[in-house]
């Protein structure tokens, strides 16, 4: 600090100080075929799963520890914290929930940063994040969502004039997406994306979160022969 007369100054300064010892995790995977055994060193954690587990641990310390903020990373971590099983972790993602209300812009949609230009891309992962934590019962500004669904939809009824020009078709399908999580689905947007050829499981969600179980299917079964849905049916068989 520095003093003057009757004027005093002072600074707080964080000095950021890397662990030299910092938690390491091993984590084996094994696939146990009928009458064979496998044993597990001590100390060590056990979990059994006949299908390929999600490890919660991993994902927590991970959205924790993860140093990087800007928008779409600040969603990202407040979608795993809600995803857990039993999230501790609320007082955090009120304060994901602040930050991210100090990035929407006068249009709706959400910047990368504070004082940035609104980002499609990054509106759909902030829009998904608030949505999620309103259903999880954390309160949201009820402006805040209304603002954002506005401009989702401004922007989907843009793309359906501008196409991939404007964002590619993954991007639209995503926005429909939120739209439908959010309880405002666009049919005439899913049904126009559908059109130009676009299929699988973002569509298929939008479609299924929107009550149209039969063109949820649709877009399903026309989504086989991608290769995110051969990985997972790999997985599955």
């Known amino acids: 600090g520095a003093s ?17 010892v910092p938690d390491v995790t091993e ?56 995803s857990l099983p039993e999230t501790t972790q609320e007082s955090l993602v009120k304060q994901l929930i602040s930050r ?37 019962g954390v309160e949201v ?18 793309w359906g004039l501008a196409g991939e020009s404007l964002s590619s078709m993954e991007d639209e399908a995503y926005r429909l997406y939120t739209l439908s999580l959010a309880g405002s689905p666009s049919v005439s947007g899913m049904n126009r994306l559908k059109e130009k050829g676009y299929s699988g499981y973002t569509l298929a969600s939008a479609y299924a979160l929107a009550g149209k179980a039969n063109l949820a299917q649709a877009a399903l079964e ?5 290769d995110s849905y051969r990985a997972l049916e790999a997985l599955i068989l």
């Open 4 to 20: 003057a007369s009757s004027h005093n100054f002072s600074e707080t300064l964080e000095i950021p100080v890397k662990n030299p």
């Open 27 to 82: 984590v084996k995977r094994f696939l146990l075929a009928s009458g064979e055994s496998f044993g597990l060193e001590s100390p060590g954690q056990l979990q059994l799963s006949g299908f390929p587990a999600v490890d919660f641990a991993a994902l927590e310390k991970e959205a924790m520890d993860y140093p990087y903020d800007c928008t779409s990373q600040l969603a990202c971590r407040g979608i795993i914290l809600l």
């Open 100 to 136: 991210i209300y100090s990035r929407q812009g006068a249009d709706g949609g959400f910047s990368w940063w504070p004082g940035g230009i609104s980002s499609p891309e990054v509106s759909s992962q902030a829009g998904e994040f608030l949505v999620r934590a309103s259903k999880a």
């Open 141 to 158: 500004n009820k402006g805040v969502m209304e603002n954002w669904k506005k401009d989702q939809q401004n922007i989907s009824q843009a």
């Open 222 to 226: 026309a989504g086989k022969d991608g």
